[in-house]
Nanobody
Framework: VQLQASGGGLVQAGGSLRLSCVAS????????MGWFRQAPGKEREFVAT????????LYADSVKGRFAIFRDNAENTVYLQMSSLKPEDTAVYSC?????????????????WGQGTQVTVSS
């Protein structure tokens, strides 16, 4: 599975952005998909994940109620809708895929990674 993320940019605090991640590979709709982020000087951290049907999702506590993950299997795309953005959301956001059908928040349980897209939130 190859992953291509896009949609990052510069936004003011309180604003919104939608990230997209397009996957290639015939097994996309069987993969758990996740979003992670890494801020300068910090470790990569979990943001959100979704299973193949969209019926199971997990969110980091820091983004609950503000971010939403969803997917369109027909378009091989997973999205991260980010609202009420804060300066502390500034990071490089990457999408990842997991062969297992079980959602996970652990970085080392994902098998495929795309390049990141920069999100910068100004105060």
């Amino acid at each position: 599975v190859q992953l291509q993320a896009s949609g990052g940019g510069l936004v003011q605090a309180g604003g919104s952005l939608r990230l997209s991640c397009v996957a290639s590979g015939r097994t996309f709709n069987r993969n758990v998909m996740g979003w992670f982020r890494q801020a300068p000087g910090k470790e990569r951290e979990f943001v959100a994940t979704i299973n193949w049907s969209g019926g199971s999702t997990l969110y980091a506590d820091s983004v609950k109620g503000r971010f939403a993950i969803f997917r369109d299997n027909a378009e091989n795309t997973v999205y991260l809708q980010m609202s009420s953005l804060k300066p502390e959301d500034t990071a490089v956001y990457s999408c990842a895929a997991r062969r297992s059908p079980i959602v996970s928040s652990r970085v080392n349980e994902y098998d495929y990674w795309g390049q990141g897209t920069q999100v910068t939130v100004s105060s």
